[in-house]
T-cell receptor
Framework: GAVVSQHPSWVICKSGTSVKIECRSLDFQATTMFWYRQFPKQSLMLMATSNEGSKATYEQGVEKDKFLINHASLTLSTLTVTSAHPEDSSFYIC???????????FGPGTRLTVT | GNSVTQMEGPVTLSEEAFLTINCTYTATGYPSLFWYVQYPGEGLQLLLKATKADDKGSNKGFEATYRKETTSFHLEKGSVQVSDSAVYFCALTPNTDKLIFGTGTRLQVFP
């Protein structure tokens, strides 16, 4: 299957700082990527849909100024958590969608801890 | 609205036991249904899917049948292996854009 990578796999940052997470589609071009957030023992919650060359579409309740998404190329989307707070600590997962099949391929996730 | 409910885990089985992980859904219209699997340290992988009522998805010995009358998509396998130990997620998409996931069920298979 297709490979999607995320970097870093885990990160610890101090409250008030910003953190950038990268999502790369390694073997196909993805016009559309998705960012999810997962709390312990809870399902993946879609945060936003990232579209190459245009603004991301955020789900209701997700602060677009706090979670900045940039999809500057067909193989890279980034999620920046700005002015992070402890409540932003979570597991962030991205996926890339193959347009020919609409199947989503998921990255391994990034564990963010804000102290 | 659209939602997915799946049984809480962990599910603990001995090798070669029969597996059932229940999944029910609520959706408007006619969603497509999926099972994803997440092995330790890896991303979610599509295990199987079904796009319309009475369809049966199957892969690697796993099966699930799209039951519209009971709004269910239960995952089954006749004989599990230690290598099947993972977290299994049931999901639906009401269209081709968004996936809506259940909470995940951890399966632990012991030799």
């Amino acid at each position: 299957g297709a490979v999607v990578s995320q970097h870093p796999s885990w990160v610890i940052c101090k409250s008030g700082t910003s953190v950038k997470i990268e999502c790369r589609s390694l073997d196909f071009q993805a016009t559309t990527m998705f960012w999810y957030r997962q709390f312990p023992k809870q399902s993946l919650m879609l945060m936003a849909t990232s579209n190459e060359g245009s603004k991301a579409t955020y789900e209701q309740g997700v602060e677009k100024d706090k979670f900045l998404i940039n999809h500057a190329s067909l193989t890279l989307s980034t999620l920046t958590v700005t002015s992070a707070h402890p409540e932003d600590s979570s597991f962030y997962i991205c996926s890339a969608r193959r347009e020919s099949t609409y199947e989503q391929y998921f990255g391994p996730g990034t564990r963010l801890t804000v102290t | 609205g659209n939602s997915v409910t799946q049984m809480e885990g962990p599910v603990t089985l001995s090798e070669e036991a029969f597996l059932t992980i229940n999944c029910t859904y609520t959706a408007t219209g006619y969603p497509s249904l999926f099972w994803y699997v997440q092995y330790p340290g890896e991303g979610l992988q599509l295990l199987l899917k079904a796009t319309k009522a009475d369809d049966k998805g199957s892969n690697k010995g796993f099966e699930a049948t799209y039951r519209k009358e009971t709004t269910s998509f239960h995952l089954e396998k006749g004989s599990v292996q230690v290598s099947d130990s993972a977290v299994y997620f049931c999901a639906l998409t009401p269209n081709t854009d968004k996936l809506i996931f259940g909470t995940g069920t951890r399966l632990q298979v012991f030799p």
